[in-house]
């Protein structure tokens, strides 16, 4: 193959989220775009993958993970090796093997907030044409060997049988100061960087079991010490987000969820004139500066070096002259993801206590957060379940995803079946297991990017269920607004539609 042109005004290397709204956005923007990514896939490491594929990412990933004596690899399988840790993988039976491709597994099971940044950036772009989300069905907490569903609601909280009315009462008046503005108020001056759990308790004299549900079901926090101000500001973010299309506050991508919307962005990317290569022939190597400005690369499916004014990648594809190594706290986290053939029973719907006998029983859910409490010494987990309804697997099967803080050290496997088990006692017919290490980049110590690349920065936090959709989005257009530079393109701004119309719908509680 040869590509038209041997000069772009923007190469973007991979294909993830950020990767696809950047590109999406810059040639929107007028900007000849060429999109790379040396997988067979769109979506990088947020791709929705068949079974197959998943076993083949996994394998990938489970070979000898040595930083040079990969003779053959490249940079960013190098980079993938040690990102990604302890993989495994169990055989495809006969059956899933024949359905493998009736399967739509994502590499970054996430859920996004009715209001946020990825939200806007979908009906701005008009991206959202291309993909398709359903509501979350609820949340529950995991206690006393049952999942219990949280209440999403005021009228969920007046229902729930086991909240003594006193209670109730309480529970409210901490739901209304989440959903003010409480910046200023004096029940939290001096007290914002206390823990979570310690401030709902004490503030609103709420009871463990009802404190634990609103800070990990509704605040999502990661653990019991998480800051009260940045844990309240996110649980005021999921509070306002309900109602906006339905009774959740969190949206469920079809298909996949967050790499099937990459590739709604790649889509719009080529429509407005984007180039793309993928596949071993767009693997890029010998990526430099030019001295002249901008930079250079050369990929196989081309046969003249390629030129470009700015380069928008994520670090796995740089060699470490650009890249250099990250310094900072390093979180493991083991991920895991089965395939169950029996209905976790947090997804059955039981008739309410005082339903008339003729009344019609709610129909099961297809969809569920589960979140195992931390206990001992044991961290926070969670699970996302996902069924047929949402376009991941064949009927009478469900995805569950599992994610937990992990040992650099641990076993996936191992650390994260416990919480399976619980889940579905059945067992399951696929199972696939790995450790992820991010490293927390420290302000004093991130190296700047030379001129012409755009590095994106990738979540590490704690909340990468609720949050990390959201934060790619925003790197996308950090990255846009790097290469657009103050003051070109004027009236060209971010997705901008046609006479400056803004989203009518859009964030301004934010």
Not at 18 to 42: F, M, Q, R
Request: net charge negative; proline share 6%.
């Amino acid at each position: 193959m040869e590509l038209e042109s041997d000069k772009y005004d923007v190469i973007v290397l991979g294909t993830g989220l950020a990767e696809s709204i950047a590109a999406a956005a810059l040639a929107k923007a007028g900007k000849s775009v060429l999109h790379l990514d040396g997988n067979e896939y769109y979506g990088g490491d947020e791709a929705s993958l068949t079974l197959d594929e998943l076993a083949a990412w996994t394998h990938a990933r489970a070979g000898a993970s040595g930083t040079s004596s990969q003779a053959g690899s490249s940079e960013y399988l190098r980079a993938q090796r040690i990102r990604f840790t302890n993989a495994t993988t169990t055989p495809l039976t006969p059956a899933l093997q024949a359905d493998r491709r009736r399967y739509a597994i994502s590499l970054q099971p996430a859920l996004m907030p009715s209001r946020g940044a990825l939200v806007s950036t979908l009906i701005s772009s008009d991206v959202s044409k291309y993909v398709s989300f359903r509501l979350l069905d609820g949340v529950s907490i995991w206690e006393d060997d049952a999942a219990r569903r949280v209440p999403g609601g005021k009228e969920d909280v007046f229902k729930d049988k086991t909240v003594s009315l006193l209670d109730k009462r309480r529970l409210m008046k901490a739901l209304m100061f989440i959903g003010s503005e409480f910046e200023d108020d004096e029940q939290l001056k001096g007290h914002e960087s206390d823990g979570i759990l310690d401030f709902l308790t004490a503030t609103f004299a709420l009871p463990p079991r009802l404190a634990a549900a609103v800070t990990y079901a509704i605040a999502h926090a990661s653990s019991p010490t998480d800051p009260a101000l940045a844990s309240l500001v996110r649980a005021r973010r999921y509070l306002r987000s309900m109602g906006r299309y339905g009774s959740s506050a969190f949206l469920v991508g079809q298909y996949g969820g967050a790499g099937e919307v990459a590739q709604g962005y790649c889509r719009a990317c080529a429509v407005f004139g984007g180039t793309y290569v993928l596949g071993p022939p767009a693997m890029p190597d010998a990526i430099g500066v030019a001295e002249g400005g901008g930079v250079t690369l050369k990929i196989p499916g081309h046969p003249r070096p390629l030129a470009a004014g700015h380069l928008v990648s994520s670090d796995d594809f740089l060699p470490p002259t650009l890249a250099p190594a990250a310094s900072g706290a390093v979180r493991t986290t083991a991920r895991g993801v089965a395939v169950v053939t029996a209905q976790p029973a947090v997804l059955k719907r039981a008739p309410q206590p005082d339903a008339d006998e003729d009344e019609a029983v709610a129909e099961d859910d297809d969809t569920a957060v589960v979140v195992f409490p931390p206990s001992g010494d044991a961290p926070l987990a969670r699970a996302l379940i996902m069924g047929e309804g949402t376009g991941s697997c064949p009927a009478g099967q469900w995805i569950v995803y599992l994610w937990t803080e992990a040992g650099a050290g641990d076993d996936a496997a191992a650390t994260l079946r416990p919480f399976l088990e619980r889940l579905a006692p059945n067992g399951a017919v696929f199972e696939s297991y790995y450790l992820e290490h991010s490293v927390e980049p420290s302000s004093t110590t991130t190296s700047p990017s030379p001129p012409g690349v755009v590095r994106l920065e990738t979540y590490t936090g704690g909340q990468t269920l609720t949050e990390a959709l959201d934060f790619a989005a925003e790197a996308g257009r950090a990255a846009f607004d790097v290469v657009l530079g103050p003051g070109e393109h004027e009236g060209q701004g971010f997705f901008e539609k046609a006479g400056g119309d803004e989203d009518e719908a859009g964030d301004d509680d934010e």
